[in-house]
């Protein structure tokens, strides 16, 4: 079965210092990835995606990740995190045991990026 | 576009009640979705539907139905609320590639609180 697990409830970071925050995974095929972040009360906002190619993603706000197949990793990173990066961050797989595209979610990672 | 968009934004049931949470999409994409999500699990999977007239359960489809009678609606109806129903309810869309699924794209969500 294909899980993703977000080991850290909260990160905390002062601003201006880089950020990281963890996830692993575990799937059958090839992964598909993806990192979301959610505001307060508003919907789910992609950032960014890995489904092949370069281990290192580039995505929205200046986010990244970087995916480690050795490690079944997909970190997200910021070199410079900023106070409006505060929020609560998903990580997600994509189902491919049928072609749905169903996502299943890690449980969530919330940042806090203090002044 | 409007994207995905969701009414209502907040709703209070009471138990045994019924009510149906409205979900449109106006980016002619073929795949939409149902999550619930509850404070601390991450995103749940409801129900799904890869084009107008089809549809199939995701991990925690009891006690819902839905329909899609056409691309842009794919309404989530509750019969008989429960507080166990509790949550916030997310719709998301996304466009097929030859590959599968894109990017989901989610709407504001509806937040239900039943009492």
């Known amino acids: 079965a294909q899980s993703v697990a977000q080991p850290e409830d909260q990160v905390n970071v002062a601003e201006g210092n880089p950020l990281t925050v963890k996830c692993t995974y575990s799937?059958?095929?090839?992964?598909?990835l993806f990192w979301y972040v959610q505001y307060p009360n508003r919907g789910l906002q992609f950032l960014l995606k890995?489904?092949?190619?370069?281990?290192l993603v580039k995505g929205s706000y200046g986010f990244e990740a970087e995916f480690n197949k050795s490690q079944t990793s997909f970190h997200l990173k910021k070199p410079s995190a900023l106070v409006s990066d505060s929020a609560l961050y998903f990580c997600?797989?994509?189902?491919?045991?049928?072609?749905?595209?169903?996502?299943?979610f890690g449980q969530g990672t919330t940042l806090q990026v203090k002044p | 576009n409007a994207g995905v968009t969701q009414t209502p934004k907040f709703r209070i049931l009471k138990i045994g009640q019924s009510m149906t949470l409205q979900c449109t999409q106006d980016?002619?994409?073929?795949?939409m979705y149902w999550y619930r999500q509850d404070p601390g699990m991450g995103l749940k999977l409801i129900y799904y539907?890869?084009?107008?007239?089809?549809?199939d359960k995701g991990e925690v489809p009891n006690g819902y139905n839905v329909s899609r009678s056409t691309t842009e609606d794919f309404p989530l109806r509750l019969e008989l609320a429960a507080p166990s129903q509790t949550s916030v309810y997310f719709c998301?869309?996304?466009?097929?590639?030859?590959?599968?699924?894109?990017?989901?794209?989610f709407g504001p969500g509806t937040r239900l609180t039943v009492l």
């Open positions: 890995y489904i092949t190619g370069d281990n």
């Open positions: 539907s890869v084009g107008a007239g089809i549809t």
């Open positions: 997600a797989v994509r189902d491919d045991s049928s072609n749905t595209g169903k996502l299943i």
């Open positions: 998301a869309s996304s466009r097929g590639l030859a590959g599968g699924p894109d990017t989901q794209y």
């Open positions: 799937v059958s095929g090839n992964p598909y």
């Open positions: 980016m002619n994409h073929n795949y």
